[in-house]
């Protein structure tokens, strides 16, 4: 055990779907399943850390103290955090340094929205200086242009077919059949895959990420909270790095929702890409390496970006993602599966309580608890995420 | 009969020339660290070793190559404004400028589809029409395929 780890006690969530309801009903409700989960009371924490819900791109509705005066005040210290995509983990990053510093024991961290329907867009009014509304504006550059411009890539530079994008969704639906917390539970074939509407080439509509509506929480505790807590009920779960990295210039991977890259005219490109540098720097801070995980929750907001994936944090190198993939090696009972969860493919996302729910996963594979959809004998699993703005995120967990 | 003015999308002003003969993105270069930036540089060289905060405007190289690219089949959102009566595809291409090192997004021309692209492929800049409305042909640019012969920047 590093003098860095924390445990993580609880977790909890409610299930992903097109509810409608408030995003506050779905945030408390997933903290009092993580609160049961982790055998305390609500009255134990000293520390909300929320993950702002996200309207247009921004911030929306503050969370930390919207989520503590839901179940009502005690007191307790709040901090709100907004990273897009990335928001729950610098929420438990939070939540995580203040325990390290000694500041609190017992914290809370809660994420959860409510989203409309289609493609996510900004807000409405002229805003000429905001670059999320210039690359709708000037290019018609939506969410999915971005995935599409990764995709293409792959092809072009590595060979990557349609057929290799479809088996990723094939996957990941046939992983989420077992999670009640998906919001879709159906098998796919690689033809319905191919027969659904083109979005944006090459990525069909059923390989590009849903929006839905969610909550996912954690309790997280010092060690010696968690074992004196414990007793005898055998080592906790413990987060052994957090990445909340950022680019480093020239960030040369053009990126939403900027149209343009940093030039490499006078700084040279740096070895590793910013998606690469997010997974390296929880390899770096927990000392275990990529070889050593049992599975990967990582961000497939298009069936092609979980390719992308599976090179930068470091499962193969740069252009055998579709081999790692067709091998099997990445499929459930493989060498190192990647979203047992079923992954966005079968989540949809939403937004602020999508890292969160990566947690959640990788906790109970850890446990042994993911009844279904169990990566056997699972000692060691690594979430992945990047969102808009320059946001990564990482968390490598191990039992 | 009035003349209908062709301006900068709003946004995009001061971002490309509208020199007919040999249109441009118009970029800065930083004068300390001798880096580029595209659009803008609104709060000093993104350079974090650099610091500067006077820049040269500087004509961006016409030609670039195709970096990656896709299509746009489902009508973008507010605020994209569709420029005929009913959403027609178009190809968007992010495209690699050698000199100065930067990769940038644009539309590409009507009638292009992502079959007559491949990534590598030369391009060149042109300046288009983005939208009309009563007022103004809103102007910005995009990219074209290029003629494989045709001259350097």
Not at chain 1, 104 to 117: F, R, S
Not at chain 2, 10 to 35: M, V
Not at chain 2, 42 to 68: H, I, K
Request: charged share 20%; net charge negative; hydrophobic share 45%.
């Amino acid at each position: 055990m590093s003098a860095n780890d924390v445990a993580v006690l609880g977790v909890g969530m409610h299930p992903w779907g097109k509810w409608g309801r408030n995003f506050v009903e779905y945030g408390v409700a997933a903290a009092r399943d993580a609160l049961r989960d982790a055998g305390i009371a609500w009255t134990d924490v000293q520390f909300v850390s929320g993950a702002d819900t996200m309207r247009n791109g921004y911030p929306g509705y503050v969370s930390g103290a919207t989520f503590a005066q839901a179940m009502g005040w005690t007191g307790a210290r709040v901090a709100s955090s907004y990273a897009a995509c990335a928001s729950g983990v610098t929420a438990l990053e939070a939540a995580r340094t203040r325990i390290l510093a000694g500041l609190c024991d017992v914290a809370l961290v809660v994420g959860a929205d409510t989203t409309p329907k289609g493609f996510l867009a900004p807000n409405a009014g002229d805003r000429p200086t905001d670059p999320d509304w210039l690359r709708f504006r000037l290019v018609g550059a939506t969410n999915p242009t971005y995935f599409a411009l990764a995709a293409r890539r792959r092809m072009d530079l590595y060979g990557a077919t349609a057929e290799d994008f479809a088996k990723v969704k094939v996957k990941n639906a046939g992983n989420g059949l077992a999670n009640p917390n998906a919001r879709f539970q159906k098998a796919v074939t690689v033809h319905d895959v191919l027969a659904s509407p083109m979005v944006a080439d090459p990525l069909h509509l059923l390989e590009i990420c849903a929006t839905a509506d969610g909550g996912a929480a954690v309790v997280l505790t010092s060690m010696e909270f968690a074992q004196r807590h414990a007793g005898t009920a055998g080592s906790p779960v413990r987060v052994a790095a957090v990445s909340t990295v950022t680019p480093t210039y020239p960030n040369t991977v053009i990126d939403l929702p900027d149209m343009a890259t940093d030039s490499t005219a006078v700084v040279a490109r740096a070895d590793q890409t910013f998606k690469q540098s997010i997974a390296h720097a929880a390899y770096e801070e927990a000392g275990i390496g990529p070889d050593e995980l049992s599975l990967a929750e990582v961000y497939d907001l298009s069936t092609a970006l979980e390719l992308d994936w599976y090179e930068d944090i470091g499962l193969c190198k740069q252009g055998e993602a579709e081999r790692l993939l067709n091998d099997g090696d990445t499929q459930m009972g493989g060498r190192i599966p990647v979203n047992p969860s079923g992954g966005l493919a079968c989540f949809g996302e939403a937004v602020p309580a999508q890292a969160i729910a990566q947690i959640c996963e990788v906790t109970w594979q850890l446990r042994g608890q993911a009844t279904g959809r169990q990566v056997e004998g699972a000692t060691a699993g690594i979430t992945a995420n990047q969102g808009l703005f320059g946001h990564g995120s990482a968390v490598l967990l191990r039992r | 009969m009035t003349t209908i003015a062709r301006q900068p999308a709003l946004g995009a002003e001061g971002w490309f020339t509208s020199d007919e003969e040999a249109p441009a993105l118009l970029g800065l270069r930083c004068a300390s660290c001798g880096t580029y930036v595209f659009p803008k540089a609104d709060y000093g060289c993104p350079n974090p070793a650099c610091g500067g905060t006077a820049f040269d405007e500087v004509r961006l190289s016409r030609f670039g190559t195709v970096w990656s690219y896709t299509d746009a089949r489902y009508q973008p959102p507010p605020p994209y404004v569709v420029p005929t009566d009913e959403h027609t595809p178009f190809c968007i291409a992010a495209v690699e400028l050698a000199d100065e090192g930067l990769v940038v997004m644009g539309q590409v021309i009507a009638g292009v589809t992502v079959d007559d692209l491949r990534v590598g492929q030369r391009m060149e800049l042109v300046i288009d029409v983005l939208y009309r409305d009563e007022a103004a042909e809103h102007l910005i640019w995009k990219w074209k395929p290029a003629d494989e012969a045709e001259g350097v920047a």
